[in-house]
């Protein structure tokens, strides 16, 4: 798994280059996590690429890191997630506990600017807005 990272506004930007899928090892980015953490980069954000895809192991992934990062007293983010992270996030609830940044414009650690999913609209249907289409 490729990952670059870089800091702004607070925040340990890592940036996954690799799409999220079921084989992938959440492993790495787990430890680049840590290692984070360990350096005193408590404030993580974490961006992926447009294709990628939360599955279980991702899931359990963004939990230990989530739990490394409140650890110390941290923030976890996720910048720019695809409407599939989304609705994964949504449905397990995640998207309480995790910042979702829409851009990095967004980012900063003493602001309130990030989003909670909880507060968003209930998840789409595949026939929302397909009304009397077909009538």
Excluded: W
């Amino acid at each position: 798994m490729f990952i670059h990272s870089d800091k702004r506004h607070g925040y340990k930007i890592l940036r996954v280059k690799d799409d999220l899928g079921r084989e992938t090892d959440f492993a790495e980015l787990k430890n680049k996590v840590k290692e984070c953490v360990d350096q005193g980069d408590t404030n993580v954000a974490l961006a992926f690429t447009k294709e990628s895809y939360f599955y279980t192991s991702s899931i359990s992934g963004l939990v230990q890191c989530l739990g490394l990062v409140r650890e110390k007293n941290g923030k976890l983010a996720i910048i720019q997630p695809n409407e599939g992270m989304l609705d994964t996030l949504r449905i397990v609830g995640l998207g309480k506990l995790i910042d979702i940044y829409f851009s990095e414009d967004e980012i900063s650690s003493d602001n309130d600017t990030a989003s909670r999913l909880s507060a968003d609209p209930p998840l789409r249907s595949a026939f929302d807005g397909d009304e009397g289409k077909n009538a």
